[in-house]
């Protein structure tokens, strides 16, 4: 069993960057692929972003603005995002597998989901 919990969500306004973290415990997840998803009010979830051991694939929207990375030292996740806007509103969930292929890291299946942190940009 793997436990993932996320913080460091908030109120924002547009511009502004934010941190969040991931915290995994039961096992460690160093050779497990890693993401971040979110799901806006009204709309299905989507990707955003998801990693290995090193680099990351992101949805278009992000690229740029969207860093993702891990301390495998600390079993933890992190989403460093910069230029925050307004769609990206919504709560984000990490997750974690531990054998999805490169073409899979968008879609899943993921085994193992955190509970979700708000994150709200306003102008």
């Known amino acids: 069993q793997v436990q993932l919990v996320e913080s460091g969500g908030g109120s924002v306004e547009i511009g502004d960057s934010l941190r969040l973290s991931c915290a995994a415990s039961?096992?460690?997840?160093?050779?497990?692929?890693v993401a971040w998803f979110r799901q806006a009010q009204g709309k299905e979830r989507e990707f955003v972003a998801a990693?290995?051991?090193?680099?990351?694939t992101y949805r278009n929207s992000v690229k740029g603005r969207f860093t993702i990375s891990r301390d495998n030292a600390k079993n933890m996740i992190y989403l460093q995002m910069n230029n925050l806007k307004p769609e990206d509103t919504a709560v984000y969930y990490c997750?974690?597998?531990?054998?999805?292929?490169?073409?899979?890291?968008?879609?899943?299946?993921?085994?193992?989901w955190g509970q979700g942190t708000q994150v709200t940009v306003s102008s």
């Open positions: 990693m290995k051991w090193s680099g990351g």
């Open positions: 997750a974690a597998d531990s054998s999805l292929i490169v073409s899979s890291y968008g879609s899943g299946p993921y085994d193992w």
């Open positions: 039961g096992r460690n997840i160093r050779n497990y692929v």
